[in-house]
């Protein structure tokens, strides 16, 4: 297209009648608008009368192939006073209110605590800022639960912070068969117990879960065994944990806690006792959803032998209790009933059991007598959440490493094919033992066994 030399209007409806059934089109929109452009301007658009006007509009539809509103659009900018020319291109961009910093510390945040839900997540960015001044998680402070998610998906998130999570399996007239009923009181406990897995028929540890009803302070022991002379000193010791007097124990129909040991330590402390009932499975559910989110998560599945429940018992009093009670915000269920009586159960409010207990009328009373409300503050307010959190995790880690393997591997010796003959001299088999020593109780020596027999060893296992 070239619009250089300027046409006449007597010409221009010349070549229109001549090129009725002839069409034209602009290799490019660069060129197109330039070729508008230099056309309106040299025929003095703003100038012509109306009948000229829909000439050069009929002419410069035909040389650029444009439609009729396209060309109308473009006249209509070049009579504002604008050139016609193409715009440059603007993305439309969002700007970032959350750094990769901020997901970052989320990301830290996560890890220290487990990744807990997004309403309880949230809740701890809060205190992290507003309770515990901690500038850097101002600006995450006031995210929603959404956007949290939205946040934990992000590539900078999973490159940070991953949780691969496996295949979960699925697991005497003494107690009066009721529902306990706390009136808001605390002081009424849900019982269970978890148990550590089995190795080669071996029982690992088993973890006893204690849970308040309305306050959910959690306090969680561990034994080697369940029998009566091995729970009735931790239970004790974990009563001894809550700070308020036990009035309520309820757990279900196991053997572990209906027996009269126990029932006979709950009357001393004048402690109710009371049992799940039958057809009624969510008795106790909320400890068993405690076990699951809290114990589960923390302990694992694997096995855990049952010498270390001393040790494990140590961890527990020592930093997870405190944790758990202190700095780790658990829902607060809030009962809604719909026009047709159907009873649901929403969660708009987080706190830790320490909130949840600080916030209960008259809360003096409630407390044991050498307890007090700015002792218990004073304990919380020690450390901020994430730093109980990280020593947690830290006293679970050495913990862990302190746990040694139970079975023992034998000396793997090289493989010989059909018809060849393994040849081993002294020294080569001096230097495989000490390489793969085998460590056997009260024994110095392998048993020689004949082919087609088994060692005595063998046969009593």
Excluded at 309 to 322: K, L
Excluded at 428 to 437: A, I, V
Aim: aromatic content about 8%.
């Amino acid at each position: 297209m070239d619009a250089a030399e300027r046409i006449g209007l007597e010409k221009i409806r010349a070549f229109l009648e001549a090129s009725e059934g002839v069409g034209f089109r602009g290799r490019n929109r660069e060129e197109v608008y330039g070729f508008v452009n230099a056309t309106l301007r040299e025929q003095h658009y703003e100038e012509l009368k109306r009948d000229n006007r829909g000439l050069v509009r009929r002419y410069v539809e035909k040389m650029t192939g444009l439609s009729r509103a396209q060309t109308t659009r473009l006249i209509g900018r070049y009579r504002q006073g604008e050139e016609v020319k193409l715009r440059p291109y603007q993305r439309n961009c969002f700007s970032t209110r959350y750094t990769r910093k901020d997901i970052a510390l989320l990301a830290g945040l996560d890890e220290a605590h487990g990744t807990l839900s997004g309403p309880a997540t949230r809740k701890l960015l809060e205190r992290a800022c507003y309770e515990f001044g901690e500038e850097q998680y101002q600006n995450l402070a006031r995210i929603s639960v959404a956007q949290l998610y939205r946040l934990r998906h992000s590539r900078t998130y999973r490159q940070r912070h991953m949780v691969y999570q496996a295949t979960r399996p699925t697991a005497v007239s003494i107690g009066e068969r009721r529902r306990p009923e706390p009136l808001g009181r605390p002081g009424y406990l849900r019982v269970d117990t978890v148990h550590q897995g089995e190795l080669d028929g071996v029982k690992g540890v088993y973890h006893i879960n204690a849970v308040d009803e309305v306050t959910q302070w959690e306090v969680v022991g561990a034994v080697p065994q369940i029998s009566e002379a091995w729970l009735q000193p931790v239970l004790e010791a974990m009563l001894w944990q809550f700070p308020f007097p036990i009035r309520g124990f309820h757990s279900d129909n196991g053997s572990e806690f209906i027996n009269h040991t126990v029932a006979k330590l709950l009357k001393k402390l004048l402690i109710d006792q009371t049992k799940s009932r039958p057809r009624h499975s969510n008795d106790n559910g909320q400890v068993e959803a405690k076990n699951g989110a809290v114990v589960r998560k923390h302990m694992g599945y694997t096995h855990i032998a049952a010498s270390h429940a001393e040790a494990v018992e140590a961890f527990y009093e020592a930093h997870f209790n405190p944790y758990l009670n202190f700095h780790r915000p658990c829902g607060v269920p809030e009962r809604v009933v719909n026009g047709k009586g159907q009873e649901k159960r929403v969660y708009r409010w987080y706190a830790t059991p320490w909130e949840i207990l600080r916030q209960l009328p008259e809360v003096v009373r409630y407390l044991k007598a050498d307890l007090t409300i700015a002792e218990l503050e004073q304990r919380a307010r020690a450390k901020t959440d994430t730093q109980a959190a990280e020593e947690m995790r830290e006293a679970k880690r050495k913990l862990f490493a302190s746990f040694q393997p139970t079975s023992l591997a034998a000396p793997r010796l090289p493989l010989v094919g059909p018809g060849q003959r393994l040849q081993m001299g002294e020294t080569t088999l001096k230097h495989t033992m000490e390489r793969n020593p085998m460590k056997l109780e009260g024994a110095n020596r392998l048993p020689l066994v004949g082919p087609g027999s088994r060692s005595k060893q063998e046969k009593q296992l």
